[in-house]
T-cell receptor
Framework: KQEVTQIPAALSVPEGENLVLNCSFT??????LQWFRQDPGKGLTSLLL?????REQTSGRLNASLDKSSGRSTLYIAASQPGDSATYLC??????????????FGKGTTLSVSS | EADIYQTPRYLVIGTGKKITLECSQT?????MYWYQQDPGMELHLIHY???????EKGDLSSESTVSRIRTEHFPLTLESARPSHTSQYLC??????????FGQGTRLTVV
């Protein structure tokens, strides 16, 4: 059964730091991997989607990498800002032709950026 | 921009009441999902649908039921709410080979 782990569970940094959030998954047979942001009491906002054939995706100050063979993904946030404070969730999608292709989530990393 | 909507955003209701949480999307996605999330905890899949008249239970056992009569609409119903149903419910949709999009969630409190 696929399991997703995110390390660290919580992270506090001063404004301006570059930081890396880690995600690992136990079964390398995935269709894609998606990073989300969740603000307290809100829904999820999609940040980056990496297909299984891709190595990385970039959007603004965010860069996500994928090493499917080792079951790892990282989310790199450059020049962090207080507005980046949120919980970041990693989710993997099983192969397309499997029953139940819902996303499987990690528990998230809660980021706090102080000014 | 994601076009998936959940109503209500917040709901406080008494024990024993019947409630329906609404979820609608305008992206024409076939796949839709309901997740349950307790405060500070991970998301757990409770229901999913691959299209009209298709519904399945997820990994987490739930006393709720769902229906999918129209592609764009995937409501979740609790016939008799209990305090143990207090949680946040998140609806999502996914197109073929594309991103998953989530609604803003419904925070349910049963008193």
């Amino acid at each position: 059964k696929q399991e997703v782990t995110q390390i660290p569970a919580a992270l506090s940094v001063p404004e301006g730091e570059n930081l890396v959030l880690n995600c690992s998954f136990t079964d390398s047979a995935i269709y894609n991997l998606q990073w989300f942001r969740q603000d307290p009491g809100k829904g999820l906002t999609s940040l980056l989607l990496i297909q299984s054939s891709q190595r990385e995706q970039t959007s603004g100050r965010l860069n996500a990498s994928l090493d499917k063979s080792s079951g790892r993904s990282t989310l790199y946030i450059a020049a962090s800002q207080p507005g980046d404070s949120a919980t970041y969730l990693c989710a993997v999608r099983p192969p397309f032709n499997q029953a139940g292709t819902a996303l499987i989530f990690g528990k998230g990393t809660t980021l706090s950026v102080s000014s | 921009e994601a076009d998936i909507y959940q109503t209500p955003r917040y709901l406080v209701i008494g024990t024993g009441k019947k409630i329906t949480l609404e979820c609608s999307q305008t992206m024409g996605h076939d796949k839709m999902y309901w997740y349950q999330q307790d405060p500070g905890m991970e998301l757990h899949l409770i229901h999913y649908s691959y299209g009209v008249n298709s519904t399945e239970k997820g990994d987490l056992s739930s006393e709720s039921t769902v229906s999918r009569i129209r592609t764009e609409h995937f409501p979740l119903t609790l016939e008799s709410a209990r305090p143990s149903h207090t949680s946040q419910y998140l609806c999502a949709s996914m197109g073929q080979g594309t991103e998953a999009f989530f609604g803003q969630g419904t925070r349910l409190t049963v008193v």
